[in-house]
């Protein structure tokens, strides 16, 4: 069955410094989305990316979604310590199938101050 | 306008007991989903209704896992005959259509199996 891979597992970065997580998909997805998810919460949906080689931007954040629809990166510009939580992408086959979106196991993002 | 709302948002049970968890979805959301999260971990897939369709019901663990939803709204998650290993959050989602269409997730309910 389909796979989403997300590296790294952990990140800890100082505050200013910028971050990256990348996320993997063993078969072409259709869409991607991101979520953040605060410790002791839920998570919340960010974006989606439909488009081969879409980029889309949110003040500090930055995706892609990869040529092949089977890769794509959450970049963060200069991290404050409200970026800290848990960033999952999410990944919806291309072969369709009902079996909803696909988590990463998510990258754990850590900011010292 | 009100999210997605589960009940009870903690539960402690004994092993064996059985349980039930509670999802309202956002109203007029016609797709639903059930994900377990253990500790620190990842989202993992349970089942998924989309409208009046016979859900998908792949990610179910096992066939103590069970899960209605009535009405296509109210949804239930039933955990027969708890294992310690079933403790975690149990999280439901709600979107407007299909998978296409971003999720809303509730609080999540935290099962605890003693």
């Known amino acids: 069955g389909q796979q989403v891979m997300q590296i790294p597992q952990y990140q800890h970065v100082q505050e200013g410094e910028d971050f990256t997580t990348y996320c993997n998909s063993s078969t072409t997805l259709s869409n991607i989305q991101w979520y953040k998810q605060r410790p002791g919460g839920h998570p919340v949906f960010l974006i989606q990316l439909v488009k081969s080689g879409e980029v889309k931007k949110q003040k500090r954040l930055t995706f892609q979604f990869g040529e092949a629809k089977k890769n794509s990166s959450l970049h963060i510009t200069a991290t404050q310590t409200t970026d800290v939580g848990t960033y999952f992408c999410a990944g919806e086959d291309s072969g369709g199938g009902a079996d909803g979106l696909t988590f990463g196991k998510g990258t754990h993002l850590i900011i010292q101050p | 306008g009100a999210g997605v709302s589960q009940s009870p948002s903690n539960k402690v049970t004994e092993k064996g007991k059985d349980v039930e968890l509670r999802c309202d979805p956002i109203s007029g959301h016609t797709a639903l989903y059930w994900y377990r999260q253990s500790l620190g971990q990842g989202l993992e897939f349970l089942i998924y209704f989309q409208g009046n369709s016979a859900p998908d019901k792949s990610g179910l663990p096992s066939d103590r896992f069970s899960a209605e939803r009535t009405g296509g709204s109210v949804s239930t998650l039933t955990i027969q005959r708890t294992q310690q290993e079933d403790s975690a959050v149990y999280l439901c989602?709600?979107?407007?259509?299909?998978?296409?269409?971003?999720?809303?997730f509730g609080p999540g309910t935290r099962l605890t199996v003693t």
């Open positions: 989602a709600s979107s407007l259509q299909s998978t296409i269409s971003e999720q809303y």
